[in-house]
């Protein structure tokens, strides 16, 4: 074959990539690239949406860590989220995923009953909760009442509505519980004969043959757990939105991260900048914020290949 | 299976050793099977909750009472019966189900480069396509809100979320090309031998092999679209003749003030459709989330 045929065969091919490529890279650069670098350039602007922008420096960087009183609220709650709602998340997935490996009569309804949850639209699920933990007259209280046990005020109190998101969290495990049900089974079969032949007990089964066979799998449950954290937004918004009792819906203002900033996370930083108080350059800020936390661990999560990317051919 | 054919079989009394190994058995199935049904309750409760509370009067719903005096059906006729609860409905299936056939049909194409084509930089583009995937939405929210707003005049309807739909999605792109790279390359081969050119390849070898992926990819984005609240919150929110279920359910319990009842009879509504879809589609589900999360 002559350079010639080669090269067009080769342009050809080129061409074929890009053409079946096309939809991604129009919407790589006009949904992705453009936005980022605009979200750059008006993090250094005043803006409001009217007039033009003017250049601010980094005022709005200022502005944002010193004097925006939301700012530290929110990430603080982020930790607390990342903290305790992931590890508990974590903890009780791979619980529900081994119970339901050891469960040998009516798998199947057990399994979709512990994934249904799942499913409940966030908007849905977040109502269902307010109302079942609602602190007058909610079952739950209700319930603990008559055990006689003490009723939290939930999402009306700042020390419970966090273990309260997290106790709506635990309630839809249903993805990790199949993640971590899928690695159980993987796990050879001949360890655990090998292991029990040693007359080992339970635990060190689960501690020497079951831990270090899923390892990679609560290694990658943890990281994309922190990454949905950080764009945790419709439960704590709705949460505090209905438990304040103030009306939604078209725009109207209302107390953000209610009770006392407690329900705060930063992708609602973002709508309360731009959308409630005009502010873009500001929003950007913590656009970007967000932005450096979302990829810091996207990169963890991509470092360990393994775990998420199949090799191709 | 090949201990219990060890040892000799024994026709008389079982042993001490024997009668405590079943009992040990028989132990182990009653705690792991109350475990089960404990749990079971957690996850069911909240649900049955919902329909018992969406059934009450209104004065009982605000009691402490679990289970309804008189069941009032026609609590859900009244829902139905709200203004805008059926433009809600009709808004939602069009972001869904548009938005489900444009995504599903631009993303393949793409997932099908990055798994089957080599070409240099596919492994950036890949890369890109999952740190995509990981943004949280808010990050280019003001850029994005200005461009439809106001150089596209598009703000106050559910355009904005529907037409970026038309070029790929990377978690859709994500999750198929993860399905596509299972497909043996000898298929792709044959159908090159027989003289299909790539296009045709796809549609008529990898498209039929590919339909559980395919399958997974739409349930998803169909669930996201539905479930949706922070998308119609910034375009629709000004026109609520734009808004969908997921975020009309929140002003729903605004305008409704005290009326658990109807609030919860209009979550079961918001809930219903998603859970009937599960049951139908339950393994294309279950294989989806297994795939982004462990293959490798």
Redesign the interface.
């Known amino acids: 074959m002559s350079t010639h045929t080669l090269r067009a065969k080769r342009r050809r091919s080129a061409l074929r990539t890009v053409a079946f490529l096309s939809p991604w890279l129009i919407g790589f650069g006009v949904f992705f690239a453009y936005p980022l670098v605009s979200t750059v350039y008006f993090s250094l602007m005043k803006y409001d949406g009217f007039g033009t922008p003017v250049f601010r420096g980094l005022d709005n960087w200022a502005y944002v860590f010193n004097d925006y009183p939301l700012f530290w609220p929110a990430l603080r709650n982020t930790l607390w989220l990342v903290l305790v709602m992931v590890t508990c998340r974590v903890v009780f997935g791979l619980g529900i995923g081994l119970l339901i490996t050891k469960i040998k009569t009516g798998t199947g309804v057990f399994r979709t009953l512990f994934y249904l949850p799942y499913l409940a639209p966030p908007v849905a699920a977040t109502l269902a909760f307010v109302f079942l933990l609602n602190p007058g007259t909610g079952p739950v209280n209700s319930v603990l009442d008559g055990l006689g046990l003490p009723t939290p005020g939930w999402f009306t109190d700042p020390a419970w509505s966090k273990p309260a998101l997290t106790a709506l969290a635990l309630w839809g495990v249903g993805d990790l519980m199949v993640i971590f049900m899928a690695a159980l089974l993987d796990v050879p079969k001949e360890q655990y004969e090998a292991a029990e032949l040693d007359g080992t007990s339970a635990w060190q089964r689960f501690r020497y043959v079951t831990l270090p066979n899923i390892s990679p799998i609560v290694m990658f449950a943890v990281v994309t757990g922190v990454i949905q954290t950080m764009q945790y937004y419709t439960q704590p918004l709705v949460a505090g939105k209905v438990a304040s009792g103030i009306i939604g819906g078209s725009g109207q203002q209302f107390e953000p991260g209610y009770p006392d900033k407690s329900t705060l996370t930063l992708p609602q930083l973002v709508y309360n900048l731009g959308f409630q108080r005009f502010d873009y350059g500001s929003a950007c800020v913590v656009a970007l914020v967000l932005f450096a936390l979302a990829m810091a661990f996207t990169a963890l999560l991509m470092r360990r290949r393994g775990g998420l990317i199949q090799a191709g051919d | 299976m090949t201990q219990v054919l060890d040892k000799p079989v024994q026709l008389g009394t079982p042993t001490v050793a024997e009668r405590t190994a079943r009992r040990k058995a028989l132990l182990e ?1 009653i705690a ?2 109350s ?2 049904i404990a ?2 309750l ?3 409760l ?2 049955v ?2 329909v018992l ?1 969406s059934l009450m009067s209104d004065q009982q719903a ?3 009472d ?1 289970v309804p005096d008189t069941w009032q059906w026609s609590n859900y006729t009244k829902v139905f019966d709200t203004p805008g609860f059926l433009t809600w409905w009709k808004n939602t299936l069009i972001y869904a189900g548009l938005g489900t056939v444009l995504t599903v049909v ?2 393949v ?2 997932a ?8 240099r930089g ?1 492994n950036v ?8 995937m ?14 439809w707003a ?1 150089q596209l005049d598009l703000s106050g309807s559910l355009w904005p979320l529907i037409i ?1 739909m ?3 999605d990377a978690f859709s ?1 994500f999750l198929l090309r ?1 399905f596509l ?2 497909i043996p ?1 000898e298929y792709l081969d044959a159908a090159k031998v027989d003289g299909c050119g ?1 296009l045709r390849t796809l549609l008529k070898v990898v498209l039929p092999m590919a339909r559980p992926g395919i399958a997974a990819v739409a349930l998803f984005q169909f ?1 996201y679209a ?2 949706d ?2 998308g119609p ?2 375009y629709a ?2 026109n ?1 003749g734009a808004w969908t ?3 009309g ?3 729903f ?3 409704h ?1 005290t009326d ?1 009842n109807l ?2 009879a209009a ?1 079961v509504l ?2 219903a459709p ?2 009937v879809v ?1 049951f139908f589609a ?1 393994k294309a589900f ?1 294989e989806g ?2 795939l982004t ?4």
């Open positions: 199935w792991i099977h475990l089960g749990a079971a957690f996850f069911t909240p649900f909750f919902v509370t605000l009691t402490r679990l631009s993303s194409p793409v099908y480069a990055l798994a089957k084509f080599r070409f596919r583009a890949l890369m890109l396509v999952i740190s995509m990981m943004l949280p939405p808010q990050v280019v929210i003001i850029p994005m809100y200005l461009f106001k970026p038309a070029f790929g792109i993860q790279t299972t390359n790539e669930f539905w479930n609240y922070f919150q910034i929110s000004e609520p279920l997921s975020y359910l929140e002003s319990k605004g305008a003030h658990w609030t919860m979550t918001v809930m998603v859970i599960f339950q279950v989330v297994t999360g462990v293959k490798g």
